[in-house]
């Protein structure tokens, strides 16, 4: 059976990726999963071979045939985002902020507005050394829906059964909202990767509040710590009022950002390959015993 | 004037960033990174205000609903599904577009206004301006909706700084869409200039101003490295050093603490608030 761990962490740039890339090269057969799809950086620190490109479409966006528009205007009032305008040929125009409802080609009476496919993107199957990782580039603005997160999931879960692979490990996004919970739903235990500073605390609590909605068990690891033991106790305060166990710690060592600038993980470096490794026997024996 | 920051990845100093700014002009504050709002722990306004943004959203009459399931089928989000006869709404996915409402056949459906989010305002004694802060239910997916009703209360007139949400999506879109000038906040890493090339994509397709400033930057030679054979070079850059990393954890404000980032934030962002 396939077992999965997301990593996460509310606040960006709290160190998700570099954990995730150095968790992924520590391990056996893996199906590694990039879930931040609009800012997507685990395949510059993963060597992959691309294997396969898949065009995403993301929501249905309005179109209007001008053929059979009358000009009307039914569809104006029918809108609730402010996406459709007249101009002063009385031609209908939707512009960018259409959320693809469809509420405008219910009401127009001439049938002249459809739901048409838009290109949001592309997701990639590519080979990693000790298995795949899956990934997908949305076109710059489009809808972050959490469509495509579960898209690359469920192909990173067919691909996992397929091959027999016990690991997919989910590299996922910043913040607390709707692609977060893509991220996480049917997960077996979410890595917290939380930095030592006010924010990585504040976003910690966001998302420690997310996990429990969905009663998922967490770890936390604590990233560029070291200048603050007030910072630090309130974020093991914070751990515990949400049962978070606290597995690792990671100084603030700029040797760290230094390696990753030649796309070095933490696994490459002997003074954190440990803590890694450990890190890593926590997550997998907590996954073992239940 | 609005001035919008933002990066593509998190982590950048968007926040940081956006709150020297903020303190060096005396302006007025949007944090619009409604899911994981943090610039309250620098500005540390006096809280005086808090307001709900609310949404419609479809209630259903059990005295008119038959059942027919009609609604749950043509709701493109996925909001309606239906137990035995019963249609339940996820609030969560509801854009409130109003469809459900119009293509049920009993007339079943009404609609209130539900909470999404608040708006929590107060003074700030750092930057001397009214501070205010997006927060959206956790979980909730219509965060691009709660920035676009903030934006929709910025008064245009004043100095107003807006700090934006990491990612390149439609949420980045909406917090760039009112902005007079943009500043990107780029982390001279391979990370962060993938995520703000794509930032940059967007900026530059709706062909706002802009101006690059790079951030926890370290070795001259790699930060030179990624602006070579770039029309856009940074602005200002400012260093990866431990000082900093410490003020800013503990909320201070860098340009409060620091006068050369006072006098560099000063210097290349004060020509563009006086240009025509």
Redesign the interface.
């Known amino acids: 059976m396939t077992r999965q761990i997301a990593i996460l962490s509310g606040k960006g740039g709290a160190g998700k990726t570099s954990i995730t890339a150095s968790i992924i090269k520590m391990m056996g057969s893996v199906v590694a999963v990039d879930a931040d799809v609009n800012a997507s950086n685990l395949p510059i620190l993963l060597p992959h071979v691309q294997q396969s490109t898949t065009a995403y479409y993301g929501m249905n966006i309005a179109q209007v045939d001008h053929d059979q528009c009358t000009g009307c205007g039914a569809c104006l009032s029918a809108c609730q985002f402010d996406a459709i305008s007249q101009n002063e040929e009385g031609r209908i125009l939707i512009d960018s902020d259409c959320e693809g409802c469809a509420a405008c080609a219910f009401v127009c009476p001439e049938n002249a507005i459809n739901m048409a496919e838009r290109k949001g993107g592309d997701w990639y199957v590519s080979s990693i050394d000790n298995g795949y990782l899956i990934h997908a580039d949305l076109i710059p603005g489009e809808d972050n829906s959490g469509k495509l997160i579960t898209k690359v999931r469920s192909e990173a879960s067919t691909i996992a059964k397929e091959k027999d692979i016990a690991y997919i490990v989910i590299d996922g996004p910043p913040g607390t909202s709707c692609q977060a919970i893509s991220s996480i739903t049917g997960v077996d235990v979410v890595l917290a990767v939380v930095e030592e500073s006010l924010s990585g605390l504040s976003d910690y609590r966001r998302l420690a509040e997310l996990i429990e909605k969905f009663s998922i068990p967490h770890f936390v690891l604590l990233n560029k710590a070291g200048f603050s033991a007030e910072v630090e106790d309130k974020i093991v305060a914070a751990a515990a009022e949400f049962s978070g166990k606290i597995i690792g710690q990671i100084p603030f060592d700029q040797d760290i950002p230094r390696a990753l600038q030649s796309l070095q993980s933490l696994a490459d470096m002997d003074e954190y390959k440990k803590t890694i490794t450990e890190l890593l026997e926590q997550i997998t024996s907590s996954l073992t015993k239940t | 004037m609005i001035i919008s920051v933002v990066s593509?990845?998190?982590?950048?100093g968007k926040?940081t960033l956006a709150a020297s700014i903020a303190q060096v002009f005396s302006a007025e504050f949007y944090d619009l990174d409604v899911?994981?709002?943090?610039a309250e722990?620098f500005l540390q306004p006096e809280f005086s205000k808090k307001v709900p943004v609310t949404q419609?959203v479809p209630v259903f009459s059990a005295e008119l609903c038959d059942g027919c399931g009609i609604c749950t089928k043509?709701c493109?989000?996925h909001a309606l599904y239906k137990i035995l006869n019963t249609v339940y709404l996820t609030e969560?996915l509801c854009?409130?577009?109003?469809?459900c409402k119009?293509?049920c056949p009993q007339q079943a459906i009404s609609y209130h206004d539900s909470t999404v989010g608040d708006i929590r305002s107060g003074y700030s004694q750092r930057t001397k301006n009214m501070v205010h802060i997006g927060d959206?239910i956790?979980?909730?997916?219509r965060?691009t909706y709660l920035i676009s009703e903030m934006v929709k209360k910025i008064d245009a007139d004043k100095l107003s700084v807006i700090d934006g949400?990491?990612?390149?999506?439609?949420?980045?879109?909406a917090a760039i869409k009112p902005a007079d000038l943009v500043v990107l906040v780029v982390?001279p890493?391979?990370?962060g200039f993938?995520?703000m090339q794509?930032?940059e994509?967007?900026v530059q397709?709706m062909g706002k101003n802009y101006l690059i400033i790079a951030n926890?930057a370290?070795?001259t030679a790699?930060v030179d490295h990624y602006f070579q054979n770039r029309t856009k070079q940074a602005a200002l850059t400012i260093a990866?050093e431990?000082r900093y990393?410490?003020a800013?954890?503990?909320?201070e404000i860098l340009s409060q603490q620091f006068s050369e980032i006072h006098a560099g934030l000063h210097q290349v962002i004060n020509p563009e608030l006086i240009r025509p």
């Open positions: 593509g990845k998190g982590g950048a926040t899911d994981a709002p943090n722990y419609p043509e493109r989000f969560p854009h409130g577009c109003g469809l119009m293509v959206l956790v979980g909730s997916t965060g949400p990491p990612g390149n999506s439609c949420a980045a879109v982390e890493t391979p990370f993938h995520d794509q930032t994509q967007i397709q926890k370290m070795r790699d990866l431990n990393h410490k800013n954890l503990q909320g």
